[in-house]
Nanobody, 126 residues
Framework: VQLQASGGGLVQAGGSLRLSCAAS????????MGWFRQGSGKEREVVAA????????YYPDSVKGRFIISRDDAKNTVYLQMNSLKPEDAAVYYC????????????????????WGQGTQVTVSS
């Protein structure tokens, strides 16, 4: 599956952004999806994950209550709604997909994912 992330940009602290990740090439509904970010000089980290079907989601404590992951299988798209953004949220955000035909869970480790989008930059001004 090919992934195309979009929606990044410059936002003031406290503001919101919604990232989108459009998938093509395979049956999107068979994939578990994740959003990761990598700040300058930092390791890539998960910010949200969602199971096939969207029944299970995961957030690390750093974004819990502020970020929401969702998916629209009819549109082959996964979203990341980011609210109450902080300067430390600034990073390149990546979407990722993992084939999950026989599983219904989420995946929080980057090594679990087979396909990655190109990344979209999020900048948060203080």
């Amino acid at each position: 599956v090919q992934l195309q992330a979009s929606g990044g940009g410059l936002v003031q602290a406290g503001g919101s952004l919604r990232l989108s990740c459009a998938a093509s090439g395979r049956t999107f509904s068979n994939y578990a999806m994740g959003w990761f970010r990598q700040g300058s000089g930092k390791e890539r980290e998960v910010v949200a994950a969602i199971s096939r079907g969207g029944t299970i989601t995961y957030y690390p404590d750093s974004v819990k209550g502020r970020f929401i992951i969702s998916r629209d299988d009819a549109k082959n798209t996964v979203y990341l709604q980011m609210n109450s953004l902080k300067p430390e949220d600034a990073a390149v955000y990546y979407c990722a997909a993992r084939s999950s035909i026989y599983g219904g869970g989420y995946y929080s480790q980057s090594t679990s994912y087979e396909n990655w989008g190109q990344g979209t930059q999020v900048t948060v001004s203080s």
